[in-house]
């Protein structure tokens, strides 16, 4: 193994919480994700509110770790102002990179923030090399690739598009291709691509009078075969868990900070990853159903503790030998997952030498029940912790001129500032007073978040007693303080205004006269019957592995030559093999154009028509009266996969869902 793939090996850890996160960085990690209460993809984690956050980066910078910020959801214009005040916040704090899955998103803080380090989410599902570049050209730092590649897939987009990946190698896999999943949306109104998804994946579903649990993945445990991720020149390792127990992050990080080091010296490690279900090795090596979906086995999100053994009038007994804490929030399923009751443990009793937890609620169910940790409470000496570590944001230049005046410029960035003092300065007779001396007082800038690189010229011996000095020093720094606040307010308050007359001029430009009547007709491009090349949209396929890409691409060019010249692309990779050609282009469902910087940048990448996936909320949706806005009669897809779904029909909830299969994906539909 090449030592130099181990000197850039990053261990990142997710951190739902600040415990969480406290927890990650005491077991190894060397870097953390987190997000605020709200636009990321685990809305239902504990999270961080803004202030915890300031907290939170400058702990990780002290610890010479770094900290990413997921922004990992889709946006709306109404939000956009909200999201502003959060990108202003990392800006100040210095946060490393923010995650996105938004391509509007990217393209607000390509324009106004363009310092941030972007970091493109699993959620933009970058399954190609084609993908991988249309990412890199919009000026995206790391992909995080789909967990649903294999090895060899990987290594080839690395050699094709060189930059830097991430990939995940440990925690809950989705049943659906990662930003290609409505089944939530639609079933419960709660969307995954707005970081709310209620997992039915992991629901009981019937098959021929059985229930099963047909979409519930098995986690990922890729464990000692992190070492042909390392082989293969990938090393940013990521682990899914924000809606973990502290517990289960701080055991799984430092499992493998400790597979890592050992790697490093060249040592053998055996041991297995720990794992809350049954697990694989993901599609590392196999893409198969039966190797990856545990179909008969309830999987409920959380860290599985034990079981409840007797039901009392107001208690009830769970058996465990989980280690165990005041503040723990718990929750009990039955045995086809249904949630019996959810509370935080305050009153109980354990018998350490039984394992035995008497828990003092009331619930009405009959046995078996399964209990799992779902989250903590949150912890005020966490907190303290987190505060306890002193921050200076702020590096200013200072020069002191002494002269008749006492004379102070500063300069932070390009903020600057002259400030000039009259005090009583007195001619030196017996104690002459040192530019050393007032460098070292000037220095020391109290609670003031600034840290001074102070230079003094004095244009004669002088005498300024000490007292004085210090109280200049206390004077000079509010004022500066309270300057630099408002001059910094003022530059993040015009960036909104920016921002808020952006999508104005967007809307006045293209909101549409009249709706598009014209009649389009669709067909997938593997199920072609037609000869209408006119008025026939053709919809490519959601998922081109690597090694199909370019025979697919040729079949695309066929039909091009033959004169069809209208497709709805399903992702954003297409946009990168159709620059430049004489094309009619629709963005498709997941393409997700839900706000005005989205549809700019359609717009200005030739895409001439774009549809929205029925999902989502259009009340909140500006895109929907513009220009181009079309919809076609379509089946409705519920989730896309890699996987090949047995052919069943499965019922839930009076609705029947059937499996449709193309080349290289199947997609869950409503059954005919």
Not at 18 to 23: D, F, G, K, M, Q
Not at 74 to 99: G, K
Not at 441 to 460: E, M, W, Y
Not at 525 to 532: G, I
Request: aromatic share 12%.
């Amino acid at each position: 193994m090449k030592q130099s793939h181990y000197q850039s090996i990053e261990l990142l850890a997710p951190a739902g919480s600040p415990e969480a996160l406290v927890a990650a960085l005491d077991s190894g990690a060397d870097a953390v994700y987190s997000g605020l209460k709200d636009f990321n993809a685990r809305k239902r984690a504990k999270n961080f509110t803004l202030d915890e956050f300031k907290y939170a980066v400058n702990y990780v910078h002290h610890h010479n770790k770094k900290i990413y910020l997921t922004l990992n959801t889709l946006l709306y214009d109404h939000e956009l102002e909200q999201v502003a005040e959060i990108l202003n916040l990392a800006m100040e704090y210095a946060v490393d990179a923010i995650i996105v899955q938004d391509i509007g998103l990217i393209q607000l803080i390509r324009t106004y923030y363009p310092s941030l380090t972007i970091h493109a989410s699993t959620q933009t599902f970058c399954h190609n090399s084609m993908h991988a570049q249309f990412l890199k050209n919009l000026g995206v730092g790391r992909i995080i690739l789909p967990r649903e590649l294999s090895l060899h897939e990987i290594k080839a987009i690395q050699q094709k598009v060189p930059c830097e990946y991430e990939v995940f190698i440990h925690g809950a896999m989705c049943f659906s291709f990662s930003g290609c999943c409505l089944f939530s949306s639609y079933l419960f109104s709660q969307s995954g691509n707005r970081g709310r998804c209620l997992q039915p994946c992991r629901y009981p579903f019937i098959i021929n009078g059985t229930t099963r649990y047909p979409f519930s993945m098995k986690d990922l445990a890729l464990g000692p075969s992190l070492a042909d991720y390392i082989n293969a020149g990938i090393t940013k390792f990521k682990i899914e868990g924000r809606l973990k127990s502290t517990w289960y992050v701080k055991e799984v990080v430092s499992y493998y900070r400790k597979l890592i080091d050992s790697l490093m010296e060249g040592k053998p490690f055996k041991k297995e990853a720990p794992g809350l279900r049954s697990t694989t090795k993901g599609y590392m090596f196999d893409s198969s159903y039966d190797a990856l979906v545990d179909a008969t086995t309830l999987g409920v999100a959380g860290t599985y503790i034990g079981t409840v053994t007797q039901v009392k009038n107001k208690s009830c007994i769970i058996s465990t030998r989980h280690p165990l804490q005041k503040g723990l929030r718990l929750r009990i399923v039955d045995n086809s997952g249904k949630k019996v009751y959810e509370g935080t443990l305050l009153d109980y009793t354990y018998d350490k030498n039984k394992h035995s937890l008497e828990w003092y609620i009331s619930i009405k169910s009959k046995l078996p029940l399964s209990v799992y940790i779902i989250g903590e409470s949150k912890s005020d000496n966490t907190l303290k912790k987190l505060k306890a570590i002193h921050y200076k944001p702020y590096s200013v230049q200072i020069h002191i001129t002494i002269d008749s005046e006492f004379n102070i410029s500063a300069c932070i960035d390009t903020f600057t500032v002259q400030y000039t003092y009259t005090i009583p300065i007195q001619k030196a007779i017996t104690q002459e007073l040192s530019p050393n001396t007032i460098q070292t007082i000037f220095s020391q800038t109290a609670h003031f978040p600034f840290i001074a690189t102070v230079s003094v010229t004095i244009n004669d011996t002088m005498f300024i007693p000490l007292s004085q000095l210090k109280q200049l020093r206390r004077t000079f720094y509010e004022e500066l303080y309270n300057d630099y606040i408002k001059h910094h307010e003022s530059i993040n308050q015009q960036k909104k205004s920016d921002i808020i007359t952006h999508i104005a001029i967007i809307k006045k430009n293209y909101t549409a006269i009249q709706s598009n009547n014209t009649a389009y007709t669709w067909q997938h491009v593997e199920k072609l019957q037609t000869t209408d090349a006119n008025n026939t949209f053709i919809e490519l396929p959601v998922f081109v592995p690597e090694d199909e890409l370019d025979d697919t691409i040729t079949k695309i060019e066929n039909y091009m030559q033959s004169g069809f010249k209208h497709f709805i692309i399903p992702t954003y990779g297409w946009l990168e093999f159709f620059k430049g050609n004489n094309v009619v282009l629709c963005a498709g469902d997941f393409c997700y154009c839900v706000n005005s910087f989205t549809y700019e940048f359609y717009k200005n990448n030739s895409v001439s028509y774009f549809t929205i996936s029925g999902d989502i909320d259009a009340l909140d949706i500006t895109t929907k009266y513009y220009n181009g806005y079309i919809q076609f009669k379509k089946p409705r897809i519920y989730l896309v996969t890699r996987l090949r779904i047995p052919d069943a029909v499965y019922s839930f909830k009076h609705k029947q869902f059937c499996p449709q299969h193309y080349a290289n994906y199947d997609v869950l539909i409503d059954c005919e």
